[in-house]
């Protein structure tokens, strides 16, 4: 069946160091991944988005690789601070399905000062 | 306001009871989409609403619920004969085009409790 895993365990880092998240997929075929935060009782926010013949997307502090061979995306930020503190939920976008976003369950990261 | 609006953002009701939840999406964007998100999950996609076009209720749990979209604009999500199992937070989202390259803005949800 069709999964989408990211970390299990809460991350937590020091200020300054860089972050590093991983989702993994079975079963899928993305054409495109996304990148969202989400703060408690917020909506989640769009971060970044990678098609499948790039390997690598930068924004900012953000860095985003897709590995479609490993089938995994690894999501880094640098230079972390305690205002990255958030939820960061990875979703795919198959080839075959266009319009709908498959969510993982996201990875909760705590950025200690 | 500029961006995606729910209401109301928390709704307490006992088992049985009918809900409706509203969604003013942002303007202009046509395509909107419902997820609902329970404790420590991922976004469960319900519905998605593109232009006139016949809507996408594949992920739609039950017969319970039912969603429309009036004049390509607000969105009411409705569940009938409420059940434990539906407390979760209900999210809505909208986007320029329903496509897969662009960005789905999200609202605040409403959170849903059922005793």
């Known amino acids: 069946s069709q999964k989408i895993e990211q970390n299990s365990e809460a991350l937590n880092i020091q200020e300054g160091k860089t972050a590093t998240l991983t989702c993994n997929y079975t079963n899928y075929s993305p054409a495109y991944l996304q990148w969202y935060r989400q703060d408690p009782g917020r909506g989640p926010v769009f971060l970044l988005l990678i098609r499948e013949n790039e390997k690598e997307k930068r924004k900012e502090r953000l860095k985003v690789t897709f590995d479609t061979t490993l089938k995994q995306s690894l999501f880094h930020i640098t230079a972390s601070q305690p205002a990255d503190s958030a939820t960061y939920l990875c979703?795919?976008?198959?080839?075959?399905?266009?319009?709908?976003?498959?969510f993982g369950s996201g990875t909760q990261l705590t950025v200690l000062p | 306001g500029a961006g995606v609006s729910q209401s109301p953002s928390n709704k307490v009701t006992e088992k049985g009871k009918d809900v409706e939840l509203r969604c003013d999406p942002i303007?202009?964007?046509?395509?909107l989409y419902w997820y609902r998100q329970s404790l420590g999950q991922g976004l469960e996609f319900l519905i998605y609403?593109?232009?006139?076009?016949?809507?996408?209720k594949s992920g739609l749990p039950s017969d319970r619920f039912s969603a429309e979209r009036t004049g390509g604009s607000v969105s009411t999500l409705t569940i009938q004969r409420t059940q434990q199992e539906d407390s979760a937070v209900y999210l809505c989202a909208s986007s320029t085009y329903g496509t897969a390259t662009q960005p789905q803005h999200f609202g605040d949800g409403t959170r849903l409790s059922i005793l």
């Open positions: 303007s202009g964007h046509t395509a």
């Open positions: 979703a795919l976008i198959s080839s075959g399905s266009a319009r709908q976003l498959t």
């Open positions: 609403f593109q232009g006139n076009s016949a809507p996408d």
